[in-house]
């Protein structure tokens, strides 16, 4: 089977990811140098990126009810401000897709597999945060819509190097390709 | 808003919890007796309890590709075989709820979510295994639906200890109430 890839980098928004974000994520600046790198390459080679970033409307209805007190007392991501926005450093160019969501999985309650589906992809090339929400049930998820997934390890961050490591390992274990940013050209060339 | 809590047991079938599993998963054997204890305290206080299990067709068109050469060596869960059936300590009596997946998580292409809400259940117990596939997937798609979501400690199994309690550190991060057996009953009578 022909193999198309896209590349979904998810999360990385000023609210959590910008040094001033209001949920900061520790791992997130380190990300950004191989996430400009990994958009780069995808540009060049003219595959599908998709930008999935979390959107709340500003009453807070649509978020978990495990984060209802949290976003109450510290509102995030929400519709229309420069918190939602992607970070400068990755901004989304004209056709490339955005993909708003209210859940951590990018698969749940969006148009992403319809979209790749849509598309003709069936590889997705992973970076972002974090790795134990956003990062893994999206990798998850793919998994279990069948397509090759491949988490770009130092293009994703955690709270802490303990979190992040182990699950990568979880996601190893059930047959994610764990890659570096570095080792994706290659890689996508040997398609 | 009143709490009516429902027993979801995972994947503990006989291909991968008994003794003579063929895909075994090392923590299960330990799982068996918080397991039995939970099933006691939901039946005696006529609780829902949900049985949610592998099953897969003979010839694995159902299996996730990422398994499908693992299926092809060494079939598991094939529908009617022993394998597939719940083992003997854990038996479903009638009157439970057995839920029949193809997938990691038992919220993916099953009735699971419709049947707790038609039952009027908001809040899951979990226990099963195994803690990084289908105990954590099951676990985050139902805090994203909004269930308040319980994790029986030493009721869940992995293959490692050290694979546990990543896990169960990631699930009390986003807000998972983490409990042992002795404590679930205590914990009812509160709600």
Known sequence: MTRKPALLIIDMQNDFASTHAVLPVAGAQAVITPLTQLLSLFREKQLPI??????????????????????????FAVRGSHGAAVINELTPLPGEHLIEKVRMSAFIGTTLDLMLRTLGVNVVVVGGIQTPNCIRTTIFDA???????????????????????????????IGVKILNTADVAPWLDSL
């Open 50 to 75: 998709f930008h999935i970033v979390r959107v709340h409307e500003p009453d807070g209805s649509d978020v978990e009810w495990f984060r209802a007190e949290m976003f109450k007392d510290k509102p």
């Open 143 to 173: 998994m279990a819509y069948n397509y090759v997934t491949i988490l770009v390890d130092d293009a994703t961050g955690a709270q802490t190097k303990e979190i992040h490591e182990a699950n990568v390992l979880d996601m190893k274990n």
